[in-house]
């Protein structure tokens, strides 16, 4: 993201905080997060209106104004209040305010799972499904695919997730399933997690090892990644036999790899030259 998205960014988080924090319940929160997403959808949809409300050379009374007509009386206030935040802001790029919008609708979700105190429930969830990508190609496959229709992408999904995971994190992954923006569910689940942890002021570290982790050796690791990326990490570990030995560490799209499977590919290369 470029600077001027950025510092449009920084201007919706002061709007878009204390409209999650009026909403009244979770299900105020859950229908603000469809009305937000259904709106970048639109967007996504509509090249020449993306174009006029997104772009700096429009006149920012034109945009918010062709912005409030097309949505005053069609959706709820508060999303009309983020929307036009937005829309007044300087993005580098109208597709920047369109992923703004979306991430606005993950923010509504993520806000609803923390006001039952269910934050980690989800973003253990999260973390759940991306192990089974990894483990399933053709799942994944199949569901990052734009050829599929999408309403057969969400069929897919419900048959692997139906009823077995929160709402919050049914939400999330069928949108990510379906949104023209997001460039991969497992990308998408990676994001999801670093603002999860970002709301706790953490960062993620996706660890993998032959065999499970006990508490001293996850709290020395904990320990170890915090003071090596000068912040609070949330460590999320998962055991795979392909390892072997090690450990493989990500912390956004940085990889740590300390398997003894990939000394062992190192090493191959290395007789086979």
Do not use: C
């Amino acid at each position: 993201m470029r600077s001027a998205s950025r510092a449009a960014a920084k201007v919706l988080r002061e709007v878009k905080r204390p409209a999650l924090e009026r909403q009244e319940s979770v299900d105020a929160l859950t229908a603000l997060a469809s009305e937000l997403y259904a709106i970048a959808d639109l967007l996504v949809a509509q090249p020449r209106l993306r174009r006029t409300v997104g772009h700096s050379s429009t006149p920012v009374e034109g945009r918010v104004q062709l912005i409030e007509g097309l949505l005053r009386g069609r959706t709820g206030d508060s999303a009309l209040e983020i929307t036009v935040a937005a829309v007044r802001a300087r993005w580098s790029s109208p597709w920047d305010l369109t992923d703004a919008l979306e991430g606005a609708g993950d923010d509504a979700l993520f806000a609803a799972a923390e006001r039952n105190g269910e934050l980690q429930i989800v973003e253990d969830e999260l973390f759940w499904f991306e192990r089974i990508l990894n483990s399933e190609s053709d799942l994944l496959t199949l569901l990052d695919e734009p050829a599929v229709d999408a309403s057969r992408r969400i069929e897919l999904l419900d048959r692997v997730i139906g009823g077995k995971v929160h709402p919050v994190t049914n939400e999330l992954l069928r949108h990510g399933v379906v949104s023209e923006r997001k460039r991969s569910i497992t990308l998408t689940i990676d994001d999801l997690l670093d603002e999860a942890a970002a709301r706790r002021s953490e960062s993620t570290a996706r660890v993998l090892s032959a065999i499970e982790l006990d508490g001293p050796q996850l709290t020395r690791l904990t320990s170890a990644l915090s003071n090596l990326y000068g912040r609070q990490m949330t460590v999320r570990t998962a055991t795979d036999a392909t390892v072997r030995g090690g450990l493989v560490i990500r912390v956004g799209n940085e990889v740590i790899d300390g398997s003894v499977a990939e000394r062992l590919v190192s090493a191959r290369a290395a007789v086979a030259r």
